[in-house]
Each structure stands twice: as structure tokens, then as C-alpha cells.
């Protein structure tokens, strides 16, 4: 069982930046691809970006391509997502999830975690 602990979120201006982190409590960490996802009140929660195993292969939504990194440290079972350049619809709950690989769709992941509060104002 894989638990997973967001934090880093909070409230910023247009064309700030914030650094997520998502620490999980398993050992078997580096086994895992983790990804983020996000949603928007009144809407469905949408892949934003994966990172394999390894670290070595990355996956972007195209709405945050060229704004926002993905990358983990295996060491401290951490997987981070910085942000910058926000947008007011990048306001949103955002999530760490793992599964075997990465995926696009919610139900092919095994764990998430609960959830961290990003919101940008214009």
C-alpha cells in the first residue's frame, strides 16, 4: 500500500510559479511511475504530467508543455511538479498519483493522494 502526501500548493499571482511535492510512505517508490492530475470545480480530473520509474521519460498535458517540469528523487520518495508562468485556469485541486506506468486515464491508477489546492489569480 502506497501512500501518497501533496503539499506545496497555495494561492499566486498571474505568471508566478509554485514547486508541488508528493511524498509517498513506500519503500518500493522507485517502482513506480507517477503522474499529476488536477480538477477544476465542475470538471473532470484531467492528466496534467507523468515521469517514469526511472525519471528518464517525461509526459505532458499540452496546456502546461513549456511551463511546468516534472522530476523525482528516488532517495527522499519524492516526485515534484513546478509550475510556472501560471494561468488563472491552472487554478485547481491537483493530485499525485502512481501506477506501472503512465497513464492518461484516472482509473488505470493505483494510489492518489489527497489532493492540494492551487489557485491563480489574474
Known amino acids: 500500500q502506497v501512500q501518497l502526501v501533496e503539499s506545496g500548493g497555495g494561492l499566486v499571482q498571474a505568471g508566478g510559479s509554485l514547486r508541488l511535492s508528493c511524498a509517498a510512505s513506500?519503500?518500493?517508490?522507485?517502482?513506480?511511475?507517477m503522474s499529476w492530475f488536477r480538477q477544476a470545480p465542475g470538471k473532470e480530473r484531467e492528466f496534467v504530467a507523468g515521469?517514469?520509474?526511472?525519471?528518464?521519460?517525461?509526459d505532458y498535458a499540452d496546456s502546461v508543455k513549456g511551463r511546468f517540469t516534472i522530476s523525482r528523487d528516488n532517495a527522499k520518495n519524492t516526485v515534484y511538479l513546478q509550475m510556472d508562468s501560471l494561468k488563472p485556469e491552472d487554478t485547481a485541486v491537483y493530485y499525485c498519483?502512481?501506477?506501472?506506468?503512465?497513464?492518461?486515464?484516472?482509473?488505470?491508477?493505483?494510489?492518489w493522494g489527497q489532493g492540494t489546492q492551487v489557485t491563480v489569480s489574474s
Open positions: 513506500e519503500r518500493t517508490f522507485s517502482s513506480y511511475a
Open positions: 515521469i517514469n520509474w526511472g525519471g528518464g521519460s517525461t
Open positions: 498519483a502512481a501506477a506501472r506506468g503512465i497513464y492518461y486515464r484516472v482509473h488505470d491508477y493505483d494510489y
